[in-house]
């Protein structure tokens, strides 16, 4: 199919400042079989109104589904079970993305037959400014690198029914489940080394604030796990797979959780006991899911693979303390600075 049709999903919840551009930025791309579905999670600001005007103008591009403010996840599983498109992408309703972006994904998934496509992203400030870019070093079609963020990606619909991977409901960085599942039940992934989806940086996004350990889908995120492990499909890197999650599971606590990246942290207080939580539940599955770490051959700091050498040396790093049940140390003497 070489003119796929896409469906592009965002969910809206009370971002009325940022929703016009976003939405002009599907409007404006140079692919035209789209169809977008913005899911109103019971916004109480002039969002829903703003939709409403886009699909009166657009009726047949745009459709909109309101629902009682559930979060994110609950908007974006609401959407997956009515989208038509042989595709789907998702975007943030205060993101936006450039004007070839969906032409450029669609094309590399009809042309070598994907259930995914990734491409980067840039971290935008708020007047546009580009302060970071996020890539994926590509070669053929190939990389050793994942991100479990929802930015530059692209699905095969059927892909994502089959294995029925959706959002956890009701909790945060919910992104990480779905593409933890993603990348690794199929070995048909595209890269691209390119980037289209601008991320805007700002202070009310969720990644601006505090993380309460209560509201992170570690029940999920142990589900996901599993699910790979025990699947074990033909032609996916298991070894990058253990990779992937102890990467994950060092950027989420070190990083993530420690300190705000691209804003300020003046006014940022950790709390100890929040860092001690997500940590005793990161060693456990560690402990439980990952013993033969020390072998794999994506923490060769030699091994080419494009991922960073400060990445590999933090889950080296990581992986020592919480295998050896000692991760609460290391976040004690991270923690101080």
């Given at each position: ?49 703003i ?10 591009r ?8 559930g ?9 997956l ?103 690794f ?36 995120w ?26 994950f ?74 295998s ?14």
């Amino acid at each position: 199919m070489s003119n796929p049709k896409v469906s592009i999903i965002i969910a809206v919840y009370n971002t009325e400042r940022y929703l016009r551009k976003c939405i002009e930025s599907v409007l404006s791309q140079d692919y035209d079989n789209i169809e977008l579905m913005l899911v109103d999670d019971g916004s109480t600001d002039g969002s829903s109104a703003i939709m409403d005007e886009y699909v009166e103008r657009f009726p047949d591009r745009i459709i909109k589904i309101t629902k009682p403010n559930g979060g994110q996840a609950s908007a974006r599983n609401l959407a997956l079970q009515k989208i038509t498109g042989e595709y789907l992408t998702f975007m943030d309703s205060d993101d936006y993305i450039e004007a070839d972006y969906i032409k450029r994904l669609a094309t590399a998934a009809s042309d070598h037959d994907c259930d995914m496509v990734c491409s980067g992203q840039y971290k935008v400030s708020e007047d546009g400014r580009i302060i970071d870019t996020i890539s994926y070093k590509v070669t053929d079609g190939r990389s050793f690198q994942r991100r479990l963020n929802i930015a530059g990606k692209l699905y095969r619909t059927s892909y994502v029914r089959k294995w029925n991977i959706s959002f956890p409901e009701g909790k945060l960085y919910e992104d990480n489940s779905f593409n933890l599942l993603a990348f690794f039940l199929s070995s048909k992934i595209w890269f691209l080394d390119y980037q289209g989806y601008n991320q805007v940086v700002h202070e009310g996004s969720t990644t601006a604030k505090l993380i309460d350990h209560k509201k992170l889908p570690f029940e999920n995120w142990e589900y996901c796990i599993r699910t790979v492990k025990e699947n074990a499909v033909e032609g996916v890197d298991m070894e990058l797979f253990d990779f992937t999650v102890m990467s994950f599971f060092t950027y989420f606590l070190i990083i993530r959780n420690r300190k705000r990246e691209y804003l300020p942290n003046e006014d940022r207080q950790n709390s100890m006991d929040n860092a001690y939580a997500i940590s005793d539940q990161f060693e456990r599955m560690t402990c439980e899911f990952f013993g033969g770490l020390k072998k794999n051959r994506y923490l060769k700091l030699t091994s080419g693979d494009g991922n960073p050498l400060k990445q590999k040396l933090g889950v080296r790093v990581f992986y020592s303390y919480a295998s050896k049940k000692k991760l609460r140390k290391l976040v004690k003497m991270l923690y101080r600075f």
